[in-house]
């Protein structure tokens, strides 16, 4: 089955800064790469997707890349504030076209 | 309108104890999966419904795992002689169901914990 690694596992960063996290997944076939975000007690919600006929997604201060060659995708977020702070999980989807594998979560924490 | 609901939000139970857990996925939606989060992990695919019908029960961890959706809404994951390394939180998501399509939206889990 489809295999998702994550890095880093945490991530530390001023406010102000930027903040990069990288997923690589195995099955070439995967099509679709979405990113969560997860509060303390709260479920996993979608913050931006990337499908794999486009290599670049854009939202305000989130973006996305995807490198279908060397099956991997990042997610960058500019200008963090202290909001962002949570755990984010990178996705993928393969051709059955529903089930999610997902990473292990990168814990980002922004300092004032 | 309202989101996924999951309860109970927490559950204490004692080993060798029977389970259910309840997820009202979101109106309209015909596609509820469950997934499994151990501490300081991600969410582990156990269950996949479209409609009434489980299409993809590959991630269920062994036969004490089951669950059910009798009308294509509301789902109950049920885990029989629960073992302390059953103790996660069980998150349920539902999507629209359209293959290849769709945002996943997850409710706020349920946080067992088998003593």
């Given at each position: 089955g489809e295999n998702?690694?994550?890095?880093?596992?945490?991530?530390?960063?001023?406010?102000?800064d930027s903040a990069v996290i990288k997923c690589t997944y195995s099955d070439s076939a995967s099509n679709y790469f979405p990113w969560y975000k997860q509060e303390l007690g709260k479920g996993p919600q979608l913050i931006i997707d990337i499908r794999s006929n486009v290599g670049e997604k854009k939202d305000q201060r989130i973006a996305v890349t995807l490198n279908k060659t060397a099956k991997h995708f990042s997610l960058h977020i500019t200008e963090t504030q202290p909001e962002d702070s949570a755990v984010y999980f990178c996705a993928a989807r393969g051709p059955s076209g529903y089930a999610l594998n997902f990473g292990k979560g990168t814990s980002l924490l922004v300092t004032p | 309108g309202a989101g996924v609901s999951q309860t109970p939000s927490n559950k204490v139970t004692e080993?060798?104890?029977?389970?259910?857990?309840?997820?009202?996925?979101?109106?309209?939606?015909?596609a509820l999966y469950w997934y499994r989060q151990s501490l300081g992990q991600g969410p582990e695919f156990l269950i996949y419904f479209q409609g009434t019908g489980a299409a993809d029960d590959s991630g269920l961890p062994n036969d004490r795992f089951f669950a059910v959706r009798p009308e294509g809404s509301v789902s109950t994951l049920k885990i029989q002689r629960t073992e302390r390394?059953?103790?996660a939180v069980y998150l349920c998501?539902?999507?629209?169901?359209?293959?290849?399509?769709?945002e996943l939206f997850f409710g706020e889990g349920s946080r067992l914990t088998v003593l």
């Open positions: 998702v690694e994550q890095h880093p596992s945490t991530l530390s960063v001023q406010e102000g | 080993k060798g104890k029977y389970v259910e857990l309840r997820c009202d996925p979101i109106s309209g939606h015909t390394g059953d103790s998501a539902s999507s629209l169901g359209r293959v290849n399509t769709g």
